[in-house]
């Protein structure tokens, strides 16, 4: 166990512990906000993988961004206060569910833990370097990624046009 | 120096809980949290892969935030149909039939 290692695991116990809650809470609103703490706790995994952009981004867009959108949405579809009767899952389903959450991360940690080997000497990434792959191995996927943005922009005001009659 | 153990294990569970979150939300809206962490587990995994050194053109760097991009722009979607969903039916129940709107 190196200093890495231990602040590893401190971040990512925050990230496994927050995502637990987020998804099994019954206050609809609680799971936006415990999204939050396993979000951060992505975040600083990331920082002590040494991806200090990465890091940021995924602060300054999903938990800027994203959350606050997945907050919004739930106020404007009536979200209850208290804990949500209404979509309360059966027992069954439950189960149903932790069992395909087990059986999929039984089968990805099967594939992926061998694979970790000796520990390795961290790679230092700088953000320069990262600019410079960006805007030039990587510059047409960019440039096609802002094409997406706008199409997505332009397709949920569409979306959200749309008449009450044209359903029925 | 650093166990890459760790980084799988996190992006496997992290996986895991998002497929259950998926699986056991009847509210469409939560249905984008599950989402939200099965794609930050490929997160942990693409820059794992920076942080081992295996990458070429610093793909572990650049290919998560195209991640984030991607999910922001399919989040900002998957809300605007379902506010329209809700305002033609005026509910978020994944297990309605199609049917049954009012």
């Avoid at chain 1, 059986?103 to 790679?123: E, I, K, W």
């Avoid at chain 2, 572990?60 to 935030?65: C, I, K, R, T």
């Avoid at chain 2, 922001?72 to 379902?82: D, F, G, K, P, S």
Wanted: glycine share 8%; proline share 4%.
């Amino acid at each position: 166990m190196t200093a890495l290692d231990t602040a590893f695991a401190a971040t990512a116990l925050v990230a496994v512990a927050g995502g637990l809650l987020a998804v099994t809470t019954r206050h609809v609103v609680h799971a936006a906000l415990w999204l939050v703490v396993a979000l951060l706790g992505v975040a600083g995994s990331l920082l002590v993988l040494g991806a200090e952009l990465v890091a940021l981004v995924l602060v300054l867009v999903y938990v800027g961004a994203v959350v606050v959108l997945v907050l919004f949405a739930l106020m404007l579809t009536r979200a209850p206060i208290g804990p949500d009767l209404a979509h309360a899952a059966q027992p069954w389903r439950t189960v149903g569910a932790a069992l395909l959450g087990a059986a999929v991360a039984l089968l990805l940690g099967s594939v992926l833990l061998p694979l970790a080997g000796d520990p390795v000497q961290r790679a230092d990434v700088a953000t320069t370097q990262v600019a410079g792959a960006l805007f030039g191995t990587w510059v047409w996927p960019f440039e096609l990624l802002s094409a997406l943005l706008l199409a997505a922009l332009v397709a949920a005001l569409a979306v959200s046009r749309i008449p009450r009659e044209a359903a029925s | 120096m650093i166990h890459l153990a760790g980084p799988y294990l996190l992006a496997t569970v992290l996986v895991g809980l998002g497929v259950f979150g998926i699986a056991v939300r009847r509210n469409a809206v939560l249905l984008l949290v599950g989402v939200e962490l099965v794609l930050s587990g490929a997160l942990v995994l693409l820059v794992t892969t920076q942080a081992a050194g295996a990458d070429r053109w610093s793909a572990g760097s650049v290919l998560p935030l195209f991640v984030i991009t991607i999910a922001a722009a399919e989040t900002v979607l998957a809300l605007a149909v379902i506010l329209t969903a809700f305002r033609q039916r005026s509910r978020v129940d994944l297990d309605e039939p199609s049917g049954e709107a009012p």
